[in-house]
Every structure is written in structure tokens, then in C-alpha cells.
């Protein structure tokens, strides 16, 4: 008399598949932590990058309250014509068009789009020849004591390293 039911080692190739296929889908459907440190250093490289490309750029916060810190958004600098009305005004007749410069926002994919970022000085130029202005950056999660932040020293060369607890003070 036969009985019906399942072998071991069909019970172990089963498991052995749905560990298999939850192995796969766990780390796709959990939520991915980035570092700041990498965060950062990605948008540096882009900063860096467009900079060298000819488009001078440069990188600020916009505040939130009454702190120092907030998100970082990144301008670059364009060339816009005069207006004819403002033109007439100061050139009178003149056929050819001046322009000048002025920073505008522009889009960077890899910018980090939290909050708690603060520089010192307050913005940092990226510059055509690959340099870019020295700063202190530190980032900071809510309600972080000081121990808890996070700080980056910019060197001239676009390098960003984290100061370890023992150089911040």
C-alpha cells in the first residue's frame, strides 16, 4: 500500500527555491540606506564634472528655521542677452546684443535631496580648470547630538574627506 505525501527531498528542493527567490526580494524591497559620505562624494564628482565641461557651478544651502543647516541646491552660471528696453536705456541705438552673467538653478541628478547639510563658507565654486573652493561640510540627522555629526573637509582638488571625532574639536 503506497502512501501519498511528499519526500524529504522534495520538501528540501522547495525550501531551498523559496529561500533562493526570497534572497533575491528582500534586498530589492527593503529600504537602501545611503551614507552622507557617499552622497556627497557623488555630487561633488558631478559638481566637479559639469564644471569642467566649460559651466562654472557652485553649491549652497537653502536654510530651514532658525538653524544653520538645510538642503543643498546647485546654480550655474549662464549667459542671458539684455532686454531691448534695458539695452536702448543704456546703449541707445546699438545693433549687437551684450550679454551677461548670472547664476541660475540647474538640475544635479546625484545632489542629495535630505536635509541637515551645512558648509562653511557658505557656498562652494567649482571651477572650469578642476579646483574648486576649500570648505568645511558637515551633515547632520534630526535631533543629532554633536557627537553624532558628520564632518567633511574639501580640498582645492574636489578630494572630500570625513574628519573622524577626534580632529573636530
Known sequence: MRRSGFTLVEILIVVMIMGLMAGVAIPRLSFYFEPP????????????????????????IKLEGTTRRGYMFAE????????????????????????????????????PDNSGWRFEPEIIYFYSDGSCSPARISWAAPNASISEIDEYILTVTGYCTKLDNESKY
Not at 45 to 57: H, N, R, T, V, Y
Not at 102 to 107: G, P
Open 37 to 60: 559620505s557617499a552622497v556627497l562624494q557623488r555630487a561633488i564628482e558631478e559638481a566637479s564634472d559639469k564644471a569642467l565641461s566649460g559651466i562654472p557651478i557652485r553649491l549652497s
Open 76 to 111: 550655474a552660471l549662464v549667459q542671458k542677452e539684455i532686454e531691448e528696453d534695458s539695452l536702448s536705456a543704456f546703449l541707445g541705438n546699438n545693433s549687437s546684443r551684450p550679454v551677461v552673467l548670472e547664476w541660475q538653478n540647474v538640475k544635479l541628478k546625484n545632489l
